[in-house]
C-alpha cells in the first residue's frame, strides 16, 4: 500500500518561501497512472487543490488562483516531490495535504492516499 | 472554474439512521464526481469515485449516484464511526480539481 508524508518547516515568515516535501513509499513516484498532488486545508475550512506533478516532472499543474507562487518538482532518486510557494501571507497558513492522484482505465481521477497533512503558520 | 455546492451544510443524524447527502455541479461533469470522509485531524478518504464505484475496503452502507449535475451519497445504517464532514471533488475539469464545502454529519 502506499504511504505518504509530508515534511518541511512548521513556521514560514511573511513574503518568504513555503517549502515541503512529500516522501512516498510502498510505490514508485514514476508510476504510469499516478500523479502527485498538494492539497490545503486553512482550519475549519474546506479543502483547495494546490496542484500536481507527474512522474520526472517535466509536467506540471497548479491552481490558478495562486498565480505563480507555486512551484512543484519530484526527485525520483528519492521517491519524493516537494512543493514551494512564494511570498507567502498569513492566507497561506494551512494544514497541507500531499496526495496521489489515481488515472483509472475508464478515465477516472481521485486522490487515492493521502499524507497525513502538516501544519504551516505564516506569521512572523 | 467548475463549483461545487454540498447541502446540507451540516446534519444531525442518530446510529441506524439513513442519510442523504447532495453535491450540486455548476456545470454538467458527467459522472466525475469523487466522496472523500474526513475525521477531525484526519487526512481525507476517499469513499466513493466515478460517482458510484465504491473504493476498495470501504463498507457497502455507502453508495454514490447521480450524473450531470446532481450527485448523492448515501448511508444506510449510520454507524458511530460514520460521523464526519464529507466532500465531494469534481474531477471533469482536468487539471482544475474542485471540492464541495463540506457536509458535517453529527450525532443527534
Known amino acids: 500500500q502506499v504511504q505518504l508524508q509530508e515534511s518541511g518547516p512548521g513556521l514560514v515568515k511573511p513574503s518568504q518561501t513555503l517549502s515541503l516535501t512529500c516522501t512516498v513509499s510502498g510505490g514508485s513516484i514514476t508510476s504510469v497512472r499516478y500523479y502527485w498532488n498538494w492539497i490545503r486545508q486553512p482550519a475549519g475550512k474546506g479543502l483547495q487543490w494546490i496542484g500536481r506533478?507527474?512522474?520526472?516532472?517535466?509536467?506540471?499543474n497548479h491552481n490558478p488562483s495562486l498565480e505563480s507562487r507555486v512551484t512543484l518538482s519530484v526527485d525520483t532518486t528519492k521517491n519524493q516531490f516537494f512543493l514551494n510557494v512564494s511570498s507567502v501571507t498569513a492566507a497561506d497558513t494551512a494544514v497541507y495535504y500531499c496526495?496521489?492522484?489515481?488515472?483509472?482505465?475508464?478515465?477516472?481521477?481521485?486522490?487515492?492516499?493521502w499524507g497525513q497533512g502538516t501544519l504551516v503558520t505564516v506569521s512572523s | 472554474d467548475i463549483q461545487m455546492t454540498q447541502s446540507p451544510s451540516s446534519l444531525s443524524a442518530s446510529v441506524g439512521d439513513r442519510v442523504t447527502l447532495t453535491c450540486r455541479a455548476s456545470q454538467s461533469i458527467s459522472t466525475y464526481l469523487n466522496w472523500y470522509q474526513q475525521k477531525p485531524g484526519k487526512a481525507p478518504k476517499l469513499l466513493i469515485y466515478?460517482?458510484?464505484s465504491l473504493q476498495s475496503g470501504v463498507p457497502s452502507r455507502f453508495s454514490g449516484s447521480g450524473s450531470g449535475t446532481d450527485f448523492t451519497l448515501t448511508i444506510t445504517s449510520l454507524q458511530p464511526e460514520d460521523f464526519a464532514t464529507y466532500y465531494c471533488?469534481?474531477?471533469?475539469?482536468?487539471?482544475?480539481?474542485?471540492f464541495g464545502q463540506g457536509t458535517k454529519l453529527e450525532i443527534k
Open positions: 471533488q469534481q474531477s471533469y475539469s482536468t487539471p482544475m480539481y474542485t
Open positions: 506533478v507527474y512522474n520526472s516532472g517535466r509536467n506540471t
Open positions: 466515478g460517482a458510484s
Open positions: 496526495a496521489s492522484g489515481f488515472f483509472d482505465a475508464s478515465g477516472y481521477f481521485h486522490f487515492d492516499y
